[in-house]
């Protein structure tokens, strides 16, 4: 019997096509990557990589891209093939790493193959799950450092979900690896079926006769319905004549009481439904924290009970147990008691604002089918694995930090991924509720197969360069970048560039052959005409730019109670300011209260000149401009004041078309126009008659040209972008002392080795920090502080100004942003991007927390919620681990730093 059907026969049931494919590329000594939907089966091919590992006496490293998904590997490697032959290796946790199979990170695997570890030893396989995370923005290249280091005689089992593009990817693959099959697989193990949710109906998506419970009849109309989307079916005309009657009548004017209003139906209803045809349990997606939360106590004041006695007391005896260890106090903040509550009746919420130990805690009593609903955020689709028969869409609209935006069909088609379990349902359920603002024809056109593109986020760093300067020349690490999926796109999308680059000079060349005048040199005429309008333009630039500084300056100026006219509103009436606020880019904005007691935002967009001062008037010393007394109280105040006829503004002169005379520039710019006009004037070519003939051609190829030297500046930035940002990056880790030695050969220092260590987004400020002393001379809470600023980022747009907890922190925090200060300076004169700025917004807390306070002190005054302090505080944690492990001279206070934020609630998640 081969080494397939061997394993093959540990299964009950036989594989699908897909799974043999995988198998046989591994077993015929190819690298695979199977593309293929959640749940459809494919961590079957990564298990194959490491059963043959172990019947071959060799190792296997499988790989996740987060923390959680390698404890659910771990554990089920070790229920497979016994405790004594797996490790797990993540930034928290070391078992058993000598193992022949180790589950890690891959951000540990990358390290090792830096480190040259001698754990690579006798590798066989690499199984990198969920390898599609090598799009993720913040961490996606460091699959891309592993699969172009990896030895090239070790096997790869990557693992995706399905992409619209894994062809290429796999291409990229077969070429690094010295050969891959691609295996694509589009068929779900378990059909899903569309319906829509509006009042008290549930209805297919697609026309399929009536759809009913799990009896023969609704069986069969789910088939049917399954059928008609396969086929690309219109949308059920049903849905769309309720939609269509339900607007008509409303614009006529007929209110909810004719029955023709359209709602969402309410969430007990709607689970009462979803049990009645036995469609729990059901991930509900809710793209808010606090609607995730508020779901939950809706249903639990609705009087919601999805379980059974014997049930609620298993699931009692599981959530104190996993909260044993748990003080009360802080269990009291977490409100654990109306958490556990709903839990024991089957009702949950899932999202990153809670504590790890409670996301945890729901998922394993959702697989263990005691959770029946679960509101959860879109990052539960992301890798843990909590299938359900049904999954529900609150709203297809959500925040992208800017606006709501619509949800792509690839976005709906890895939400509904969840539905449909294997081995226990028939048929997934996805259910999208009624939206106010989309249409169902729109909703209708989401539902399918189609996917997002894999596209590499890879960009060389600080650490990267050292790392690869370790261990090659520079020419060697130059071929590696080369060899990365990020080049091979630049690559491949400058083809169709360069052809087009080619016919527009063959154009080119046709158009100057009409750019002739027989009245004289028509070139050096239109070479004047050229740099005329290059002045005019940029005079007009500097106009704008000037009108924009002199209203920048004026917001900046104003203070609360002064009363303005602003110019540029359609309404110009004087407005009174009640505070100036300034955004993440430092430019100014006035909030004002309008006579109509309305609030008004100012900034440069809205204005056409500096705002005029007109008087001013007293603010309210109680509430603030959200609350309609205090609006009404401004408004009363802004009526009574008087104000000058108006004259003109102080900033006139920056808001028309001239500057002050003063202006050198501007004064040597008009009298070059006024030079080139009258040499234009005189030029022979000027009078000829066929003069607009030969312009038009001329216009043409301005245009052409334009357009062909930005393609040409685009495929240039394509060909070796890594390479040249390699370079920059190089040449300021040289300027900066971490790189010495030949160009060929630079070969990194003390300083440069200590760099090597430190795997964060802002590792050359950090490694600046270090060298200069900064962290030194700190006790253990106000090195966690310090250690914060590196790794924390707030969530919120404006945050508060932040208080200093001792003064060596207010100090070391004032040095740290003169050193990011002329670093990024340096960057910018290299061309590179800008280290992200310091962000203090953890310090207060985390000095609180490692000094030993109680959660709800530690939290108190921040908008923290427990779950991003958890994470927040880990994240300190493994920067804190950094340094104590790299060669920085802190190794005893990061460990004392370390031991102080590792406890509580945080340590119950390592």
């Given at each position: 019997?081969?080494?397939?059907?061997?394993?093959?026969?540990?299964?009950?049931?036989?594989?699908?096509?897909?799974?043999?494919?995988?198998?046989?590329?591994?077993?015929?000594?190819?690298?695979?990557?199977?593309?293929?939907?959640?749940?459809?089966?494919?961590?079957?091919?990564?298990?194959?990589?490491?059963?043959?590992?172990?019947?071959?006496?060799?190792?296997?490293?499988?790989?996740?891209?987060?923390?959680?998904?390698?404890?659910?590997?771990?554990?089920?490697?070790?229920?497979?093939?016994?405790?004594?032959?797996?490790?797990?290796?993540?930034?928290?946790?070391?078992?058993?790493?000598?193992?022949?199979?180790?589950?890690?990170?891959t951000e540990v695997l990358r390290?090792?193959?830096?480190?040259?570890?001698?754990?690579?030893?006798?590798?066989?396989?690499?199984?990198?799950?969920?390898?599609?995370?090598?799009?993720d923005r913040e961490r996606g290249a460091v699959w891309e450092e592993t699969i172009v280091q990896l030895a090239a005689d070790v096997q790869l089992?990557?693992?995706?979900?399905?992409?619209?593009?894994?062809?290429?990817?796999?291409?990229?693959?077969?070429?690094?690896?010295?050969?891959?099959?691609?295996?694509?697989?589009?068929?779900?193990?378990?059909?899903?079926?569309?319906?829509?949710?509006?009042?008290?109906?549930?209805?297919?998506?697609?026309?399929?006769?009536?759809?009913?419970?799990?009896?023969?009849?609704?069986?069969?109309?789910?088939?049917?319905?399954?059928?008609?989307?396969?086929?690309?079916?219109?949308?059920?005309?049903?849905?769309?004549?309720?939609?269509?009657?339900?607007?008509?009548?409303?614009?006529?004017?007929?209110?909810?009481g004719g029955g023709t209003k359209l709602l969402p139906p309410r969430r007990s209803d709607l689970v009462a439904s979803l049990r009645e045809r036995r469609w729990l349990p059901a991930i509900v997606f809710v793209f808010s924290r606090a609607g995730c939360d508020g779901a939950v106590g809706q249903l639990v004041g609705d009087g919601v009970r999805l379980t059974s006695k014997e049930e609620r007391e298993e699931i009692r005896a599981i959530v104190d147990d996993r909260a044993a260890d748990l003080e009360r106090a802080d269990l009291d903040v977490l409100d654990f008691g109306p958490w556990r509550e709903a839990l024991a009746h089957g009702i949950a919420s899932h999202h990153a604002g809670m504590v790890p130990l409670f996301r945890e805690t729901v998922e394993e009593l959702f697989v263990r089918g005691l959770v029946k609903v679960c509101f959860a955020t879109e990052t539960l689709a992301l890798g843990i694995n909590m299938p359900a028969r049904t999954v529900v869409i609150e709203r297809l609209e959500k925040w992208d930090g800017q606006q709501h935006v619509l949800l792509s069909p690839g976005q709906f088609t890895q939400l509904t991924g969840r539905a449909g379990r294997r081995g226990l349902d028939e048929r997934g359920h996805a259910v999208v509720l009624h939206q106010r603002d989309v249409d169902f024809t729109t909703v209708a056109?989401?539902?399918?197969?189609r996917v997002e593109p894999l596209?590499?986020?890879?960009?060389?760093?600080?650490?990267?360069?050292?790392?690869?300067?370790?261990?090659?020349?520079?020419?060697?690490?130059?071929?590696?970048?080369?060899?990365?999926?990020?080049?091979?796109?630049?690559?491949?999308?400058?083809?169709?560039?360069?052809?087009?680059?080619?016919?527009?000079?063959?154009?080119?060349?046709?158009?100057?052959?009409?750019?002739?005048?027989?009245?004289?040199?028509?070139?050096?005429y239109w070479g004047l005409r050229r740099e005329l309008s290059r002045l005019e333009k940029a005079g007009a630039k500097a106009r704008r730019e000037?009108?924009?500084?002199?209203?920048?300056?004026?917001?900046?100026?104003?203070?609360?109670?002064?009363?303005?006219?602003?110019?540029?509103?359609?309404?110009?009436?004087?407005?009174?300011?009640?505070?100036?606020?300034?955004?993440?880019?430092?430019?100014?904005?006035?909030?004002?209260?309008?006579?109509?007691?309305?609030?008004v935002r100012l900034g440069p967009r809205e204005l056409d000149g500096p705002p005029e001062r007109v008087g001013r008037v007293p603010l309210p010393h109680a509430g603030g401009p959200r609350q309609p007394a205090y609006r009404k109280q401004v408004a009363n105040a802004l009526r009574q004041v008087e104000t000058a006829p108006r004259v003109g503004s102080p900033g006139d002169a920056g808001n028309g078309d001239t500057l002050p005379e003063t202006d050198a520039e501007e004064a040597e710019r008009q009298a070059r126009i006024a030079e080139l006009r009258e040499s234009i004037g005189e030029h022979p070519v000027h009078h000829d008659p066929?003069?607009?003939?030969?312009?038009?051609?001329?216009?043409?190829?301005?245009?052409?040209?334009?357009?062909?030297?930005?393609?040409?500046?685009?495929?240039?930035?394509?060909?070796?972008?890594?390479?040249?940002?390699?370079?920059?990056?190089?040449?300021?880790?040289?300027?900066?002392?971490?790189?010495?030695?030949?160009?060929?050969?630079p070969r990194p220092t003390d300083d440069g080795l200590a760099l090597a260590a430190l795997h964060l987004e802002a590792d050359l400020l950090l490694a600046e920090c270090l060298r200069a002393g900064l962290l030194t001379d700190l006790d253990p809470a106000e090195l966690a502080a310090v250690a914060s600023v590196f790794v924390h980022e707030t969530r919120m747009k404006d945050p508060p100004p932040v208080a200093s907890p001792t003064?060596?922190?207010?100090?070391?925090?004032?040095?740290?942003?003169?050193?990011?200060?002329?670093?990024?300076?340096?960057?910018?004169?290299?061309?590179?991007?800008?280290?992200?700025?310091?962000?203090?917004?953890?310090?207060?807390?985390?000095?609180?927390?490692?000094?030993?306070?109680?959660?709800?002190?530690?939290?108190?005054?921040?908008?923290?919620?427990?779950?991003?302090?958890?994470?927040?505080?880990?994240?300190?944690?493994?920067?804190?681990?950094?340094?104590?492990?790299?060669?920085?001279?802190?190794?005893?206070?990061?460990?004392?730093?370390?031991?102080?934020?590792?406890?509580?609630?945080?340590?119950?998640?390592?």
């Open positions: 019997m081969s080494d397939p059907d061997r394993f093959a026969a540990r299964y009950a049931h036989p594989l699908d096509d897909f799974q043999d494919a995988g198998i046989t590329a591994l077993h015929e000594g190819r690298s695979v990557l199977v593309a293929a939907p959640t749940g459809a089966g494919k961590t079957v091919v990564g298990e194959y990589g490491v059963w043959r590992a172990l019947d071959r006496g060799r190792r296997c490293f499988y790989t996740t891209p987060i923390k959680a998904l390698s404890n659910q590997k771990y554990g089920d490697l070790c229920r497979e093939h016994g405790e004594g032959r797996v490790g797990l290796l993540t930034g928290d946790h070391s078992i058993n790493g000598d193992a022949p199979v180790v589950v890690m990170t390290n090792m193959l830096y480190e040259r570890s001698r754990a690579l030893d006798g590798l066989d396989t690499v199984v990198l799950d969920e390898v599609h995370y090598l799009a089992a990557c693992l995706s979900a399905t992409v619209s593009n894994a062809e290429e990817f796999g291409a990229w693959l077969a070429a690094t690896r010295d050969g891959c099959d691609v295996v694509i697989s589009e068929r779900r193990p378990v059909p899903l079926a569309h319906h829509y949710a509006v009042n008290d109906r549930i209805e297919p998506i697609f026309k399929a006769g009536k759809q009913g419970g799990q009896g023969r009849k609704g069986a069969k109309a789910a088939r049917e319905a399954a059928a008609a989307e396969a086929r690309g079916g219109v949308p059920n005309p049903d849905l769309v004549m309720l939609e269509r009657r339900a607007q008509q009548r409303g614009r006529r004017g007929r209110g909810p056109s989401l539902v399918g197969r596209i590499s986020r890879f960009q060389p760093s600080y650490n990267m360069a050292v790392n690869l300067l370790r261990r090659h020349d520079r020419a060697g690490a130059e071929q590696l970048l080369e060899a990365s999926f990020a080049q091979w796109q630049a690559r491949n999308r400058v083809v169709d560039d360069e052809a087009r680059i080619e016919r527009n000079r063959e154009a080119l060349e046709g158009y100057a052959e009409n750019l002739v005048s027989d009245y004289g040199d028509f070139p050096d000037a009108r924009q500084r002199a209203i920048t300056e004026a917001l900046a100026d104003l203070a609360p109670g002064e009363v303005v006219r602003p110019p540029g509103r359609r309404d110009d009436t004087p407005v009174a300011v009640v505070r100036v606020i300034w955004t993440k880019s430092g430019t100014p904005l006035a909030e004002a209260v309008t006579t109509d007691r309305k609030l066929a003069r607009s003939e030969i312009e038009v051609w001329a216009h043409r190829y301005d245009e052409l040209e334009r357009d062909t030297a930005k393609i040409e500046r685009r495929v240039a930035r394509h060909t070796h972008s890594l390479v040249d940002t390699f370079r920059r990056i190089v040449g300021v880790l040289g300027d900066h002392g971490y790189l010495d030695g030949p160009q060929e050969a003064a060596r922190v207010d100090e070391v925090l004032d040095a740290i942003d003169e050193r990011w200060q002329r670093l990024s300076e340096h960057e910018q004169a290299a061309g590179l991007p800008v280290t992200r700025e310091p962000d203090p917004g953890f310090v207060e807390v985390v000095h609180r927390w490692a000094r030993g306070a109680h959660l709800d002190a530690a939290l108190d005054g921040s908008e923290l919620t427990p779950g991003d302090f958890v994470r927040g505080t880990k994240r300190v944690a493994d920067l804190l681990r950094q340094l104590r492990d790299a060669d920085t001279g802190l190794a005893s206070p990061s460990q004392a730093a370390h031991r102080a934020i590792v406890r509580g609630v945080v340590a119950a998640d390592l």
